[in-house]
């Protein structure tokens, strides 16, 4: 065998006698090619014309299994030519000199001179920066489309509100609990049999609404919409009128004025740096420079009135989109399932989405009842505006109460009919409430039905509010358990280590999964038992 062959042994073993026997492969291992190889790829060329730099080559020997470490005395030997590279006659010789032929072949490298990988790490790292690219895709989109996907999401989430309300008239038989009433309904039926005929048009309405209670679908969603749009119209009146008696009290104005100036005062004490438009409007000096104040007010006024115009336009838009989703509505759920045995992924992230919302609602509402209460028995001014203004912000999670216990502090502070204890017990008893729900009642009550962790929440908050401001941090909660939900349903072990990571406890999940299941096949069972107790009703008459 030659110098720059080598054959390789491969191990058989005889199925007679069980011995163990060695064969020559026909295919000899050239190790001039090798070294070419290792050349090629140090240099990153196709050919020997290259050249290796010093410490590439002396961290290719350091890393391969050589039993001679080389110093610089030897490296200096191997740069005959001492311009600081070697060639490719030099690397063969070193090569030769140093390590064995068996510890040539075991030498690997990538290109350039990188780490030899594994086809399977390839396509690990392949798939991993997939992913980078995707969610970096996915965050771009969410910035550049950000003007229609936050009112879109803000209409599926007022339609969760006002969907229990639009069910209430026109679902049947309407369930409280794993319990229904008004089971006896005409259209009941399953995909299996044939459901009842049903008189049509004006006769058909007029039965379902004196016998079921139910009115058309079309005439369902008029109504929630009058209703829901009467409800705003009567908070606006109301905190309209709030406003309108302090700003006709000269003496609470002229004390909230005094405040002002004393904070003012305190923030230049403290360093904080004020244009001349604050000092002429807190301390009602005379401006020196009347062109700059008129310049800087009407850049305010068109600052003022772009932002009046895009919040009307947003709204406009919410209202638009929530109507259409609303009127889509059919049969108490947005997304109608094909399967009934098997919730889909949309009706399990529509159930979240309602549960969340429903004990959310409800204990805003205790929230804000119980801070109109304290604020009204210390004669706290506007105490209807600062408990909605509690109710709304407890969507947001962990800030908002934390928002909504100082909001009442200046016009505590800036009342001069408050008492030294109605001030004290004003701003500390609704910042009590909001302490025990936010941190006692909201965690007992959210922690099975939600099942998230603290840390996730408030990732999650940081994240939406970013990109998407106030609506982002609303929102922020009910997009955390679609991504689970979503994660919780995909084959793939990065969403199933990122459902761990956002669950608090990631068994919950699945049994809940199995009890909405159950709960379908009971529903199922029940409407069918129903169907047929109606088939017989008829058959007897």
Not at 227 to 240: E, F, K
Request: net charge negative; charged share 15%; hydrophobic share 45%.
């Amino acid at each position: 065998m030659s110098r720059s062959q080598k054959y390789v042994q491969r191990r058989t073993v005889s199925p007679g006698n069980g011995r163990t026997s060695y064969t020559v492969d026909q295919k000899p291992l050239d190790i001039e090619a090798a070294l070419d190889e290792l050349f090629c790829n140090l240099a990153g060329s196709k050919n020997h014309e290259g050249w290796v730099p010093m410490y590439a080559f002396k961290n290719l020997l350091l890393g391969s299994s050589c039993p001679v470490t080389p110093d610089d005395g030897f490296m200096s030997r191997i740069d005959m030519d001492e311009d600081g590279q070697v060639s490719y006659d030099e690397f063969k010789s070193a090569m030769f000199e140093l390590c064995s032929e068996d510890e040539i072949l075991t030498i690997k490298l990538g290109s350039f001179g990188t780490t030899w990988r594994r086809s399977a790490d390839i396509q690990w790292l392949q798939l991993h920066m997939l992913i980078v690219l995707a969610l970096a895709t996915l965050l771009g989109s969410l910035i550049y489309f950000k003007w229609i996907l936050c009112p879109l999401f803000a209409a599926y989430f007022l339609n969760f509100a006002m969907g229990p309300l639009l069910d209430l008239m026109t679902v049947r038989p309407l369930k409280c609990g794993k319990r229904a009433e008004f089971c006896a309904n005409s259209q009941v039926g399953t995909p299996n049999s044939e459901a009842p005929a049903r008189p049509g048009g004006l006769r058909g309405c007029l039965g379902d609404l004196l016998l079921h209670g139910k009115i058309p679908h079309t005439l369902g969603c008029l109504v929630t919409i009058l209703l829901t749009m009467l409800m705003i119209a009567a908070i606006v009146a109301l905190t309209t009128s709030e406003v309108h008696r302090i700003i006709d009290d000269p003496i609470f104005m002229k004390a909230l004025k005094d405040g002002a100036n004393r904070a003012h005062k305190h923030l230049l004490d403290i360093g904080f740096n004020v244009t001349e438009l604050h000092a002429v409007v807190m301390q009602n000096k005379a401006p020196s420079n009347i062109t700059l104040i008129t310049e800087v007010s009407i850049v305010a006024i068109g600052q003022g009135a772009g932002l009046a115009a895009t919040v009307v336009s947003d709204v406009f838009l919410v209202t638009l989109l929530a109507i259409y989703i609303l009127v889509d509505r059919q049969n108490g759920s947005l997304f109608q399932q094909n399967n009934e045995q098997e919730p889909s992924i949309m009706s399990e992230i529509e159930h979240q989405m309602e549960n969340y919302l429903k004990l959310k609602t409800l204990v805003s509402i205790i929230t804000g009842l119980l801070v109109y209460i304290f604020l009204f028995a210390c004669n706290v001014r506007m105490a209807f505006t600062l408990s909605l203004l509690s109710f709304l912000l407890n969507f947001i999670p962990n800030v908002g109460s934390m928002i909504a216990s100082f909001l009442p502090l200046p016009l505590i502070m800036c009342d001069p009919n408050l008492s030294g204890m109605q001030q004290i017990l004003g701003f500390f008893l609704p910042g009590f409430v909001q302490f025990v729900i936010g941190n006692l009642v909201e965690p007992m009550v959210f922690g099975k039905s939600l099942n998230l962790t603290s840390l996730s929440i408030l990732a999650t908050l940081v994240i939406w509010t970013t990109l998407w401001g106030v609506i982002g941090s609303v929102l922020s909660v009910p997009l955390l358990c679609i991504m689970k939900v979503c994660c919780k349903h995909c084959d793939h072990p990065v969403a199933k280590s990122l459902f761990m990571m956002v669950s608090e406890n990631p068994g919950l999940d699945i049994y809940s999964h199995l009890e909405r299941q159950k709960d379908s096949h009971m529903s199922t069972h029940r409407t069918s038992h129903a169907h047929e107790i109606l088939q017989q009703q008829e058959t007897a008459m």
